[in-house]
T-cell receptor
Framework: GENVEQHPSTLSVQEGDSAVIKCTYS??????FPWYKQELGKRPQLIID?????GEKKDQRIAVTLNKTAKHFSLHITETQPEDSAVYFC?????????FGKGTTLSVSS | DVKVTQSSRYLVKRTGEKVFLECVQD?????MFWYRQDPGLGLRLIYF???????EKGDIPEGYSVSREKKERFSLILESASTNQTSMYLC????????????FGSGTQLSVL
């Protein structure tokens, strides 16, 4: 089955810096790659997603890139703010069920 | 707005007990999922269901079973709870057509003593 690796497990940045989280997946049939944000004590919420027919997608300060050949996708957050502090999960799906990475704890200090 | 409701926020059970975790969604979603969340391990898929009475094993089904008798309700069953099943359990659903966005419940923190 699908396996998703996510790095780094923790990431600390200064407010205003950029943050990058990287994921790799194993199943070449995967075609959907979402990113979820989970704030402390809350449920995961979808922040951005990308399908395999698209190489990049941007939504304000958040962007996701996909390299199908390398089976690699990344989340980029620019101009980080303290409210970006949370756990971020990447995931991959072949159209059946989402398989998640282990998560990245992002801390943004002001 | 989609609502996914899990019956208990916190649950404490004894080793060997049979435990039922209930999840109800109100948007007629076809697909429902059970994940467990442990620190450092992320969200791991236990079971999922495409339709009433249909179920599929996820990555870690051992020690669990599920039931989906009605479209809106998906139950996770721990046949004989063990201490290593102490975890946060998250239910989720999605419509199954044109979108795979998951809507999560608020979770059930289960402690098995």
């Amino acid at each position: 089955g699908e396996n998703v690796e996510q790095h780094p497990s923790t990431l600390s940045v200064q407010e205003g810096d950029s943050a990058v989280i990287k994921c790799t997946y194993s199943d070449s049939a995967s075609n959907y790659f979402p990113w979820y944000k989970q704030e402390l004590g809350k449920r995961p919420q979808l922040i951005i997603d990308i399908r395999s027919n698209v190489g990049e997608k941007k939504d304000q300060r958040i962007a996701v890139t996909l390299n199908k050949t390398a089976k690699h996708f990344s989340l980029h957050i620019t101009e980080t703010q303290p409210e970006d502090s949370a756990v971020y999960f990447c995931a991959a799906s072949t159209g059946t069920a989402l398989i998640f990475g282990k998560g990245t704890t992002l801390s943004v200090s002001s | 707005d989609v609502k996914v409701t899990q019956s208990s926020r916190y649950l404490v059970k004894r080793t060997g007990e049979k435990v039922f975790l209930e999840c109800v969604q109100d948007m007629d979603h076809e697909n429902m999922f059970w994940y467990r969340q442990d620190p450092g391990l992320g969200l791991r898929l236990i079971y999922f269901s495409y339709d009433v009475k249909m179920k599929e094993k996820g990555d870690i089904p051992e020690g669990y079973s599920v039931s989906r008798e009605k479209k809106e309700r998906f139950s996770l069953i721990l046949e004989s709870a063990s201490t290593n099943q102490t975890s946060m359990y998250l239910c989720a659903s999605h419509p199954g057509t044109n979108t795979e966005k998951l809507f999560f419940g608020s979770g059930t923190q289960l402690s098995v003593l």
